[in-house]
C-alpha cells in the first residue's frame, strides 16, 4: 500500500514562504502524476499544482507566480514552495499521487497565515 506523508504546514505572516514537503513511501516514479491539493474550512478541496513524471507542471490561477512545485526523484519527494501567502491561502493542503489505476492521498498538513 502506498502512503503519502505530507510535512512542513505551520503559521505564518502574510506574506512569508513555507515548504511543504510530501514523502513517498516507494518510488515517486510509480505516480504518473502528483499534486497539491487544497482544502479550506467550509469549501471544497482545489488543485493548487500538479506535476507530472516527464515534468508538466500545472498550476492553479490564484496561486502562478507565488508557488512552485518541484520533485525530487532521488529522495521519492515533491515539494511545494509557496511565497507570498496571502490570507486567502490558509486551508489543509494535501499530497496525491496517480498511478494508472489508482489514486493515493496524503493525511493533510495544516497551514495557517495570521498576522
Known amino acids: 500500500q502506498e502512503q503519502l506523508v505530507e510535512s512542513g504546514g505551520g503559521l505564518v505572516q502574510p506574506g512569508g514562504s513555507l515548504r511543504l514537503s510530501c514523502a513517498a513511501s516507494?518510488?515517486?516514479?510509480?505516480?504518473?502524476?502528483m499534486g497539491w491539493y487544497r482544502q479550506a474550512l467550509g469549501k471544497q478541496r482545489e488543485l493548487v499544482a500538479t506535476?507530472?513524471?516527464?515534468?508538466?507542471?500545472n498550476y492553479a490561477d490564484s496561486v502562478k507566480g507565488r508557488f512552485t512545485i518541484s520533485r525530487d526523484n532521488a529522495k521519492n519527494t515533491v515539494y511545494l514552495q509557496m511565497n507570498s501567502l496571502k490570507p486567502e491561502d490558509p486551508a489543509v493542503y494535501y499530497c496525491?499521487?496517480?498511478?494508472?489505476?489508482?489514486?493515493?492521498w496524503g493525511q493533510g498538513t495544516q497551514v495557517t497565515v495570521s498576522s
Open positions: 516507494g518510488s515517486i516514479f510509480r505516480f504518473a502524476m
Open positions: 496525491k499521487g496517480v498511478t494508472f489505476s489508482t489514486a493515493y
Open positions: 506535476i507530472t513524471n516527464n515534468g508538466m507542471i
